[in-house]
């Protein structure tokens, strides 16, 4: 389970490729594509988490700027293609999906401008006259009707594509106060058929021909209709953080600690600064700029530095992050700046994650549904990891000197081996007082299920080379336990170690293990010793113990030497003191298992001794 997960909303990143983008009006709309259109400059954070891995990224100038990478990161987490199935393509509808709720229908929107009822009630609650009700762009708007607004004092109120209220004055002909209990005012107006995602204070400042607006925006949105992660995070008693304009997406329900931004430089400073925090749940961020200063501007060179400018920050992010934390990154549509709309966009979003649990790189393909996010958020605070009780316990045989067969595990790997031979060799087990019976991962069910608690059942992954891939293993280890294995053996990456890449080789260990005692089993790790140099050995054995291993052993049996004396005494005295030694490979007489033992092995593997 993770402590703390931070939830990252690129406002308006889309990737293209909705399915039902011409319904919207946005067939070939792809906001990344037009990003890596201006510049080749890579964003080596973004790529490594799997940014340009997900599937479907076929934009012509999406493989233009491939082309010219000299190298792309791997990633290191999931990565998906989400799409969104709600009625709509705005922020408030693309935050609702995201915390779990399905919007069967848009909110309304006003081309024409808003209907006289309104207005005649919004001219009552504020006691002042309305200019402009049409859409309009925020600067444009108060450049055009601010010198009059002066003048008279009327309230500028204009709209977008999007299904917003958006009122501006200027600070010293309305204090901002005012404004915002105007706009409060107006929240109450717009309901009904009339419920628009947000009414939105625009305050401005300067003089005509220089009007500004200033980052004292503020947002009233439509309460969501049902509850949402938020509200059942909270109510649970976890933290739930809003930075940027989360509280006023979700009319501050669910939160309970706000952290309002003037934009992303702002976003980006607090984000990182949470992550250097002690806290117990959610950190909801969104990163509003991409879409309301460049996106809606058309401004392909903006959007892409500021997305370099997130880029350069995530190095930190992940950096920062902890063993228990968990980060996701999405958005909540599109706003394609190389279009001649200036409104979003119907696009599919990215969904990157990386951190607890979803440490092992994994194409997720196309999810159907913003929503999947919130569950990926709750099951990572929420959910409860079951250990596998097994019967006997793993580890659980006593070793007697007496008896040599108390310290094997014994073991038929062969490729023609039968469910009888594997019935044979459990009887032989039982009947000696072996440690574990060692045999192909496909029998594990069966020999489960035949010693009937006799036994320890003991299996190999990534058996007997090494080469397959860590999430492969990780989901060979995690099935064998649930068949009934509490006893795992695994078979290092070689090539790796002789790559020189020491650093994949561990988290490889690190991460099995993990995945290997949450299920309530052990692991012996086999680094196979005859394809080794001293040096390496001595270098697997410090990273097999950091990495929290139980056994480290010497050879699959199928290389081309077994176990030596040597190689024992060599692993005993470079590993640490909670790992034991397995010796494994030629062991045929108990004069050679009791050689092995005084080495420094607690565990020998044979098969005809």
């Known amino acids: 389970m993770a402590k703390r997960v931070f939830l990252v909303v690129l406002d308006s990143f889309g990737i293209g490729g909705a399915p039902d983008a011409a319904r919207f009006g946005d067939e070939g709309s792809n906001t990344l594509a037009a990003v890596l259109s201006y510049s080749d400059m890579p964003f ?60 069967d229908k848009p909110q309304p929107t006003y ?31 108060i450049a055009d009707y601010g010198e009059e607004h002066m003048k008279t004092g009327k309230l500028i109120v204009y709209t977008s594509a999007d299904s917003v209220l958006q009122i501006a004055a200027h600070e ?13 005012k107006a929240r109450t107006i717009m309901t009904g058929e009339n419920a628009v995602g947000r009414v939105i204070a625009r305050p ?25 992660m938020l509200d059942i995070l909270k109510d649970s008693g976890f933290d739930v953080i809003s930075v940027g304009k989360i509280f006023d997406l979700f009319a501050g329900r669910g939160i309970t600690e706000s952290n309002p931004t003037s934009g992303n430089t702002e976003g980006i400073e607090k984000l990182i600064s949470m992550t250097e925090r002690d806290f117990n749940g959610l950190c909801f961020v969104n990163l509003v700029d991409f879409d309301m200063k460049y996106g809606h ?49 119907r696009e599919c979003v ?22 999947n996010v919130s569950s990926i958020v709750l099951n990572a605070l929420m959910g409860r990891k079951y250990a596998k009780r097994f019967v006997p316990a793993a580890a659980s045989s006593v070793q007697s000197e007496d008896n040599i067969m108390s310290y094997v595990d014994l073991t038929n790997l062969k490729t023609t081996a039968t469910a009888d031979d594997i019935k044979a060799l459990i009887e032989k087990a039982a009947s000696s007082g072996c440690a574990s019976v060692c045999i192909p991962p496909c029998f594990v069910k069966d020999a489960y299920a035949f010693s009937a608690g006799r036994m320890a059942v003991c299996t190999v992954i990534g058996f007997p080379n090494g080469y397959s891939t860590t999430g492969s293993k990780i989901y060979e280890a995690k099935e064998a336990c649930d068949n009934g294995a509490s006893e795992i053996d695994m078979v290092i990456n070689i090539n790796f170690v002789k790559s020189g890449r020491m650093d994949e080789v561990a988290e490889e260990i690190r991460l099995i293990a993990d995945a290997v005692h949450e299920k309530g089993a052990i692991l012996k790790v086999i680094i196979e010793t005859c394809s080794l140099e001293e040096n390496e050995k001595i270098s ?51 004069d050679a298992a009791r050689k092995m033992i005084k080495a420094g092995a607690s565990r020998i593997g044979a098969s005809r001794l």
């Open 172 to 184: 010293d002909v309305v204090p901002v106060e005012e404004l915002y209990e105007i706009c409060k």
């Open 44 to 103: 080596p954070n973004l790529e490594k988490m799997g940014l340009l891995a997900i599937d479907g990224e076929e934009d012509p100038r999406i493989l233009d700027y491939l082309s010219k990478q000299k190298t792309v990161p791997s990633p290191v987490g999931a990565y998906a293609r989400v799409r969104e199935l709600s009625a709509g393509k705005d922020s408030t509808i693309g935050h609702w999906e995201i915390a779990g709720i399905l919007s």
């Open 540 to 590: 697997l054995c410090r990273i097999v113990t950091e990495a929290g291993a139980d056994f480290i052993k010497t050879s699959t049996g199928f290389g081309s030497a077994g176990a030596t004396v040597e190689d024992v005494s060599l692993m005993r005295s470079n590993v640490g003191p909670e790992v034991r030694v397995k010796a494994a490979g030629g062991i045929r007489s108990e």
């Open 204 to 228: 401005f400042t300067g003089t005509p021909g220089n009007f500004e607006r200033t980052p004292r925006r503020h947002d009233y949105s439509l309460e969501a209709p049902s509850s949402t």
């Open 297 to 345: 501007r058309n401004d392909i060179k903006g959007y892409c530095e500021a997305m370099h400018e997130f880029d350069d920050a995530l190095g930190t992010v992940i950096g920062n992050l902890k063993d228990d934390d968990l980060l996701l990154i999405t958005a909540d549509h599109g706003c394609d700046p190389s279009t001649v709309s200036t409104d979003h966009s």
């Open 111 to 141: 081309p024409d401008g808003f209907p006289e009822e309104v207005l005649a009630a919004l001219e009552k609650a504020s006691g002042r006259g309305i200019l402009c009700n049409k859409p309009y762009s925020g600067t444009a708007v």
């Open 350 to 371: 990215p969904l990157l994650i990386y951190g607890e649990g979803y440490l092992v790189p994994q194409n997720l393909g196309e999810i159907e549904g913003f929503f």
